[in-house]
C-alpha cells in the first residue's frame, strides 16, 4: 500500500520551511519534502526529507512508487535574479522540473480516479511594463494586464501557469480512458519578507536585506533606486494565501491563478520603517542598473479583487503590523545574540 502524503518540493527554502511549519500544525496527513538542501534542524520531527532534485526521474519514479500524492505545494525553483545568471538551468528547473511533476500529478488523480491538488506560487514576475510611466499609470494590474515578463523566471513562471491550465483542463482529453483530475490552483505572490530567513537570488530581496542586515547591525547598500516600488508581503500571510487557496471549495473559483498583495512601499518608505526600528542602520543607495531593470518592469501594486471575492483572501498584515508585530520583535530576537 502506497502512504498518502502531502508533498512539498522546495521545502528547505524560505516559503517552505514556513509551510511545513504551518501544515504540520494543520494536518494529520504525513508530510513528504523534497529540496537539494537538507531542512533545517526545527522543522526535521515534522516531515519525511528526501534530499534531491526534482529534475531526478529516477527519484520522482522512485516517490511515485512509494506515495500517493493528494496535494502537491510545488515552491522549488530558481529566482528573477540567479535565473539571469544562468537563464538555461533556470528554464530546465523553473519549467521542466513543473511539467514533470504536473504530467506526476495528472497520472496519479487518473489512476486513484481522485483529484490531486496542484499549489503553485507564481510572482509579480510575470508581469512587464514597458517603463515607468506605464508603471506609474497602470500602478493595480489586474491579472491579465502587462503579461509580458522581462526574465527567465517570470517567462517560467507565466508559462508554468499555462501549463497548469492545460494538465488541469485539457491533458488526455482525447486519448483518456478515466479523466484526468489535476486540481491546478497559484497564487502571484509580491515580495515576501520574513523575520526568520533571507531569501537569496530574488531582485524583491533588497526589501529583507535592508531590515536582516539592519538588525545585524551592518551597513547595507540597496540596489534599486529610492522610489522603487513595488508590493510586498509578510511570510505568515504567503503561507496563509496558499493555505486558504488550497482549503476553498472548488466551484467558488472562478480562475486558476489569482494576484494576492498586502501592502506596497517604495525603498524610501522602506528605508524609513527599518530606521524606525534601528535608528543607527546604515542604508545608502547604489543602484544595479540591471536589477533596477527588473522591479521598474514590475508593477508597483497588484489588484487582488478576485482572491478576495473568490476564496476570501484578506491578509492579516498590512505595513505597521507586518512591522511592528511579526518582523521586528522576531528579527530583533533572532539577532539578540549578534547585536
Ligand atoms: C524574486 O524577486 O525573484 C521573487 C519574486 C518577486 O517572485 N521574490
Not at 89 to 100: D, F, K, M, S
Not at 114 to 140: C, H, M, N, T, W
Not at 165 to 183: G, K
Not at 217 to 246: H, K, N, S
Request: glycine content about 6%; charged content about 20%; some cysteine.
Amino acid at each position: 500500500m502506497r502512504k498518502k502524503v502531502i508533498l512539498i518540493t522546495g521545502a528547505s527554502g524560505e516559503i517552505g520551511v514556513a509551510l511545513v511549519r504551518a501544515l504540520a500544525g494543520r494536518t494529520d496527513k504525513l508530510l513528504l519534502t523534497l529540496d537539494l538542501h537538507a531542512l533545517p534542524a526545527e522543522v526535521h520531527s515534522l516531515t519525511t526529507h528526501v534530499e534531491g532534485s526534482i529534475l531526478d526521474e529516477h527519484l520522482l519514479a522512485r516517490l511515485v512508487s512509494e506515495y500517493e500524492f493528494d496535494t502537491i505545494y510545488h515552491l522549488a525553483a530558481l529566482l528573477s535574479t540567479r535565473g539571469e545568471y544562468t537563464p538555461e538551468i533556470a528554464h530546465r528547473v523553473n519549467v521542466e522540473g513543473t511539467l514533470a511533476l504536473l504530467k506526476l500529478a495528472a497520472d496519479q488523480s487518473q489512476w486513484r480516479g481522485r483529484p490531486v491538488q496542484f499549489i503553485f506560487p507564481s510572482s509579480i514576475a510575470v508581469y512587464g511594463l514597458p517603463d515607468l510611466q506605464r508603471k506609474a499609470e497602470f500602478s493595480r494590474v489586474r491579472e491579465w494586464d502587462w503579461n509580458y515578463p522581462t526574465t527567465m523566471y517570470g517567462c517560467n513562471k507565466q508559462y508554468c501557469e499555462m501549463l497548469g491550465t492545460y494538465y488541469s483542463r485539457h491533458y488526455r482529453q482525447l486519448a483518456a480512458e478515466r479523466p484526468v483530475m489535476l486540481d491546478f490552483r497559484s497564487v502571484r505572490f509580491p515580495g515576501l519578507i520574513s523575520a526568520f530567513t533571507v531569501p537569496s537570488g530574488g531582485t524583491s530581496d533588497y526589501g529583507p536585506e535592508m531590515l536582516h542586515a539592519a538588525a545585524k547591525g551592518e551597513p547595507y547598500a540597496c540596489f534599486v533606486r529610492q522610489d522603487t516600488q513595488i508590493p510586498f508581503m509578510a511570510m505568515p500571510d504567503a503561507v496563509t494565501a496558499l493555505l486558504d487557496l488550497a482549503a476553498a471549495p472548488r466551484q467558488t473559483l472562478s480562475r486558476l491563478v489569482y494576484n494576492v498583495t498586502s501592502f506596497s512601499l517604495t525603498a524610501t518608505e522602506f528605508r524609513q520603517r527599518v530606521l524606525q526600528a534601528f535608528p543607527a542602520a546604515e542604508i545608502t543607495f547604489e543602484p544595479d542598473s540591471r536589477r533596477q531593470g527588473i522591479v521598474d518592469s514590475w508593477p508597483a501594486d497588484l489588484e487582488d479583487k478576485a482572491a478576495r471575492r473568490d476564496w476570501g483572501w484578506q491578509p492579516q498584515y498590512d505595513v505597521a503590523r507586518a512591522f511592528d508585530e511579526y518582523l521586528l520583535p522576531n528579527i530583533r530576537s533572532r539577532y539578540a545574540v549578534v547585536i
